[in-house]
């Protein structure tokens, strides 16, 4: 048995331009770094040694509650002790609470040699997003444990389906503004016009078939969204000005990571989002608020193990 | 210089469950013959050889309208004479109009030398879809010409993408009511909720990721309609059960083709399509509906030239 593991948990795009809560992918950077290990003692320690002092009560810290689920399911009483180096800022937009309730549950069922399959672990991690924002959805866990993107075609039961997708190079930038995933849900529309549900249900099958069928153009031109971007981009400052310039540089498309106020940009290649990136620091320099950019790519692997 | 040219043009099902206008498909039977032949006087003869009593004015009928927008076009003013005898009962949700349309053009086109291309050829026959229905859709035409399973991710510009697909096999029940595409339209509410619309664009995602990963569970799970079929399948007396009955039998699944009155299912076998024909034929002699059934396939050729 062992008694100490060392895992990345990658950052994750949800709602993916028209996917708005079907469609997720993992990121290459940021990730957050979490050890986890075995303690005579049973019951749950919960550790930081990043800035963002969150709760270290297992109820109410995000992988604390994941892994609670994970031991109400477990046979045996055991002893942890998680140390969690958050590098994917809570708030951003780009699933730092859905990283850490991932991560937490991916590296408990490793140490524990893997006594539950997949979608009970999206469950558990579900219960982390829980107290996070109030709301088990899955699609930041889920791109989070399998990488890659990840389409949720319903959640009662949970389908979840692996899409391959070509290579994609992403560039994000995160305003440190913050924008409430409650908030950002209340200023949704409940109804929306028949006529734009079409347009978008035409896009998202434009979007699986593009990246099932490699095409890159297809790919942009159906990286729109017409009934979520343009109410929630309103919280964003900036949003219409990178977008637009973004795509006069070559980029496919993008949009507005989970509920912001990340946004990001997908690329053929490392070039174009390095050109971007540099487009949205502009942008952010000149209105003068603070950002951070990445330029990175889709990753494939998801949670992983560190030597 | 052809002089004559004989084709088939293939029903067609639109409104692919939950891909209500955008996706569509072609089937092998039943089908349409047309005989197009050039004459030595300018302008455009109709004839038909059916018990239909469709219009002869080609500006009133289907597939005349669809070949003076083609003649229009054409630099040389040219005579020609077409004959057509129906298989698809018009009014039967099966894409009857559309055949006519999409027939006539690639006729006109391959006995012309083949100068337009195939979206040149959509919009032309999107005109008689505007004589028969008074809008300009494509979601028939489009399967009609080119076969298999085509989305249509957008209609402004014109945006047409052919989807690769496992076999399918197809029974259809066309009971002999009449249902008006204008009413089935207006009973549609013009607005949806949001949570409606998003459970949709999860199935049609996972519908489009079954056709291309050829899964045919993805694509039983994903053949679901929460916002057309609820509000339409009360005008086709016995849907409910007709449903119920062949999803039991192991249809994958299946809907109101177009607008109906029609009803098909898909099957990973023949076998299966049999067994739900069948159902059907129970269903309406009971009800004491005259009908119609069909066991068929998906067609991959589209409208196509005889001998």
Redesign the interface.
Known sequence: MRNYIRIAAPATIANLV??????GLALEEPMDIMELERTDDPGLVIRHTDEYALPLSPEENVAGAALLALLQELQEPIGLQLTTTKHIKPGSGLGSSAASAAGAVVAANRLLGNPFPTPDLIRFAMNGEKVACGVKHADNITPCILGGIT????IHPL?I?P?EAPPLHVSVVHPQIEVRTSDARQI????????Q?????????????GF??KDYR?IS??LEDV?IEPVRSILIPGFAEVKSRCLEAGALGGGISGSGPSVFMLHETQTQAESTAAIMRDVYNRIGIDHKTYVTRVNTDGVKELP
Not at 188 to 195: A, D, N, P
Not at 197 to 209: E, K, M, S, T, Y
């Open positions: 028209c996917g708005f809560d079907i469609l389409l949720i075609r319903a389908d389906v899409l949704l529309r409940k109804e929306v016009s028949l006529k549900a079409i347009r978008q249900w035409g896009n998202i099958a434009g979007l699986i078939a099932l069928q297809l031109r159906s009934i």
